[in-house]
């Protein structure tokens, strides 16, 4: 099992639409392949948190990587494991920007975090995904 978490940019304004879009994609891969994880999105920054079987994630990232939607990636957790992170089915959206106008992502999981103390910044941003 490989787990990746990666901060980008979104390259142009997201509509709720294209979200909508977005989600959608994910639903349609991620089940079939196994791939799980969130996907956080706010004010045009992107967390994602994807996990699943080796061959497969390799495959994605890659796709993911070559995504014109986004650009300017910053991997902060890159593991292998025997467990995933996160016990989710699919790949869950979430959208931070819709509920909280100018809201930005919770301090506790910034890049800075991860940085400092990647295991801590992991158990904030599980705790987020279970809370949400
Ligand atoms: C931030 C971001 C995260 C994405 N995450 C996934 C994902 O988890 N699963 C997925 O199938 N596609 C995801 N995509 C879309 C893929 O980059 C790609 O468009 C999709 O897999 C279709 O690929 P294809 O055109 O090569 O078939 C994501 C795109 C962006 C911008």
């Known amino acids: ?3 990746i978490i990666y901060f980008s940019h979104a390259t142009r304004p997201l509509s709720s639409a294209d979200l909508i879009d977005l989600e959608r994609e994910c ?3 991620d089940g079939p392949l196994r791939l799980t994880g969130v996907l956080l999105h706010c004010d045009g920054r992107f967390l994602q948190l994807i996990e699943g079987p080796k061959g497969v994630m390799r495959d994605m ?6 995504d014109p939607r986004h650009e300017r990636f910053q991997v902060v957790l890159d ?5 995933r992170c996160l ?3 699919g790949m869950r959206l979430i959208d931070l ?10 301090a506790a ?3 800075a975090a991860f940085a400092s103390d990647a295991r801590r910044a992991l158990d904030a941003l599980l705790a987020f995904c279970r809370a949400h």
């Open 87 to 89: 016990a989710m089915s």
């Open 109 to 111: 999981f910034n890049e």
């Open 79 to 83: 593991r292998h494991g025997r467990q």
């Open 1 to 3: 099992m490989r787990t």
């Open 27 to 29: 639903a349609t891969n």
């Open 61 to 66: 990232w890659a796709r993911i990587q070559a």
């Open 97 to 106: 920007s819709r509920d909280v106008s100018g809201a930005t992502f919770p």
